[in-house]
Each structure stands twice: as structure tokens, then as C-alpha cells.
């Protein structure tokens, strides 16, 4: 018997304990998914040594459990057999959640984010028809996304909240995307260049003096500004996630986790 060494033989290579190994599944909205077949695919998952689960209970449009505040859908928390050992259940509360509800986008649409052009994702999203997202520095968008992150804070089955989509819309999108949205994206552009509402304009020339478009239509030439201006792009987000969003989550003892796109 040949017992040499192959020389991509990795049996050597030193392992990570299995408790510091986390293997996590996304799990998206099946509302026709019968019990006994979450059964299964939880077995699947358990052989698989996968330690959690995150469901998608809410999916921006529907709350697929008992929401005071959002159209919802079936009750997944309660029909679903979520039994995976040490499983850590998370759910989805996402930066465009109230512009995907007609009725809500209806009454509000100042609330939705606005690109360089002046075009809002209201009525003209880009890229797809529901990339419409809310515009992150509003203190009523980030009141009702902190209000939506305490609902679900309140719900004993989940253990902690993903925040999905708690973005802008994408200023560059991955190479490999280019071709399926027939676009060049070697810089950041005015039609996905986001965060020109009046309010968050004139948010930002209370600080600087200047009206943030003017940056980006190159009408002046500052790289400190444009820095600035990025940087307050940027802002929005992570202080709707520090001041609002985690502090209502850990308030229930609830941990978080986001999604993170590696583009401005």
C-alpha cells in the first residue's frame, strides 16, 4: 500500500477547534414549506454541521410574524420547527423596508433617497424596479426603522437582528454585474450616486457652506469638500446603525450583524 504523502495532502493542517467554527445558512421566505419539510432540510442543515439559522421573516414588504405595524404574512416564528442546536436566529430589518410598502411609500415619499440628478428611487430606482431605499438621515425614516428593530427586539424566539440592505443604493456595483445592467461603472456616477434629498442637502451646508450637488456636478473643485461630502454620505448609515438601530436592539439583549458591500 502507497502511504506517501500527496503534495496538496492537506491532512496535516492544523484545525480551528470545532466550537470556534459558526456555520450559518440565510434562509429565505418559503410560505409554502410544509412542516415536516423544514424538518428535513433542518436535518440536512444538523448533519451539515451548520450551528445557525437566519430567516428572512421580514422581506420588506410582509412581516412573516404578528406585526402591529407592517403588512404581514404567515406566522413562520410559530409554524416552523426551528430546532437546530445552538441555532442563533436572526431576522432581516433593512434600509428599505417602509418604500417597498405601496401604502406607506404613498404617504411618504419625501422619505425615499434621492441620486445627484434629482431623481428619486421612488419613482425611479436604479438597477432594479425595488431598489427603492430611504433616505438614512431623516429622523422619521430612522424612527420608523428603529421602531421596526424593536418589534422584533420583542420577539423571544429570535436571538439576534440582521440589518440587510441598511445602505444607499449601490454607487458601483461588482465588475461581473456590469454587463447584466448594460453599464460602466469605473467611477461613482450622478444616477447612482444617492443622498441628495433637500433635507440631507441642507444638513450638510449647515456644516460646510456649500450645496453638496454642486460637488457633484465638478462645479467647484475642492478635494477637501468632496472628502467631506463623503464621508457625510457615509455618516448617515453607520449613525442610524450607532444611535438608533443597535441601541434598540441590544435594549432586548438582542445581537446584531449587517451586511456589508465592499463599494461606497
Same mark, same amino acid.
Given at each position: 500500500?502507497?502511504?506517501?504523502?500527496?503534495?496538496?495532502?492537506?491532512?496535516?493542517?492544523?484545525?480551528?477547534?470545532?466550537?470556534?467554527? %459558526?456555520?450559518?445558512?440565510?434562509?429565505?421566505?418559503?410560505?409554502?414549506?410544509?412542516?415536516?419539510?423544514?424538518?428535513?432540510?433542518?436535518?440536512?442543515?444538523?448533519?451539515?454541521?451548520?450551528?445557525? $439559522?437566519?430567516?428572512?421573516?421580514?422581506?420588506?414588504?410582509?412581516?412573516?410574524?404578528?406585526?402591529?405595524?407592517?403588512?404581514?404574512?404567515?406566522?413562520?416564528?410559530?409554524?416552523?420547527?426551528? /430546532?437546530?442546536?445552538?441555532?442563533?436566529? *436572526?431576522?432581516?430589518?433593512?434600509?428599505?423596508?417602509?418604500?417597498?410598502?405601496?401604502?406607506?411609500?404613498? %404617504?411618504?415619499?419625501?422619505?425615499?433617497?434621492?441620486?445627484?440628478?434629482?431623481?428619486?428611487?421612488?419613482?425611479?430606482?436604479?438597477?432594479?424596479?425595488?431598489?427603492?431605499?430611504?433616505?438614512? $438621515?431623516?429622523?422619521?425614516?430612522?424612527?420608523? @426603522?428603529?421602531?421596526? $428593530?424593536?418589534?422584533?427586539?420583542?420577539?423571544?424566539?429570535?436571538?439576534?437582528?440582521?440589518?440587510?440592505?441598511?445602505? /444607499?443604493?449601490?454607487?458601483?456595483?461588482?465588475?461581473?454585474?456590469? %454587463?447584466?445592467?448594460?453599464? @460602466?461603472?469605473?467611477?461613482?456616477?450622478?444616477?447612482?450616486?444617492?443622498?441628495?434629498?433637500?433635507?440631507?442637502?441642507?444638513?450638510?451646508?449647515?456644516? /460646510?457652506?456649500?450645496?453638496?450637488?454642486?460637488?457633484?456636478?465638478?462645479?467647484?473643485?475642492?478635494?477637501?469638500?468632496?472628502?467631506?461630502? *463623503?464621508?457625510?454620505?457615509?455618516?448617515?448609515?453607520?449613525?442610524?446603525?450607532?444611535?438608533?438601530?443597535?441601541?434598540?436592539?441590544?435594549?432586548?439583549?438582542?445581537?446584531?450583524?449587517?451586511?456589508?458591500?465592499?463599494?461606497?
Amino acid at each position: 500500500m502507497n502511504t506517501k504523502r500527496l503534495p496538496y495532502d492537506q491532512s496535516e493542517r492544523p484545525r480551528p477547534p470545532a466550537t470556534v467554527l %459558526k456555520n450559518w445558512v440565510w434562509v429565505t421566505v418559503d410560505t409554502n414549506r410544509r412542516p415536516d419539510e423544514w424538518r428535513r432540510l433542518f436535518g440536512r442543515m444538523r448533519e451539515n454541521n451548520v450551528t445557525a $439559522v437566519l430567516p428572512e421573516i421580514y422581506d420588506g414588504r410582509h412581516a412573516y410574524f404578528p406585526s402591529r405595524r407592517l403588512p404581514s404574512g404567515p406566522d413562520l416564528l410559530r409554524s416552523c420547527p426551528w /430546532h437546530l442546536p445552538r441555532a442563533w436566529r *436572526f431576522t432581516r430589518g433593512c434600509g428599505r423596508c417602509s418604500c417597498l410598502i405601496p401604502e406607506i411609500l404613498a %404617504k411618504h415619499r419625501d422619505g425615499c433617497n434621492v441620486n445627484a440628478l434629482g431623481e428619486s428611487a421612488a419613482n425611479k430606482p436604479t438597477y432594479v424596479d425595488d431598489y427603492k431605499f430611504q433616505n438614512p $438621515v431623516r429622523p422619521e425614516v430612522r424612527e420608523w @426603522v428603529q421602531e421596526t $428593530v424593536t418589534e422584533l427586539g420583542a420577539i423571544p424566539q429570535l436571538t439576534g437582528i440582521r440589518l440587510d440592505y441598511i445602505q /444607499h443604493p449601490d454607487a458601483i456595483l461588482p465588475r461581473g454585474l456590469w %454587463k447584466k445592467y448594460n453599464i @460602466v461603472q469605473d467611477k461613482v456616477y450622478p444616477p447612482y450616486d444617492y443622498a441628495y434629498s433637500q433635507y440631507e442637502r441642507a444638513q450638510f451646508k449647515k456644516l /460646510h457652506g456649500i450645496d453638496p450637488r454642486r460637488i457633484a456636478r465638478r462645479e467647484v473643485d475642492d478635494p477637501e469638500l468632496e472628502k467631506a461630502w *463623503f464621508q457625510f454620505q457615509l455618516d448617515m448609515v453607520v449613525d442610524l446603525v450607532n444611535k438608533y438601530l443597535a441601541p434598540a436592539a441590544h435594549a432586548r439583549d438582542k445581537m446584531v450583524t449587517a451586511a456589508v458591500f465592499p463599494g461606497p
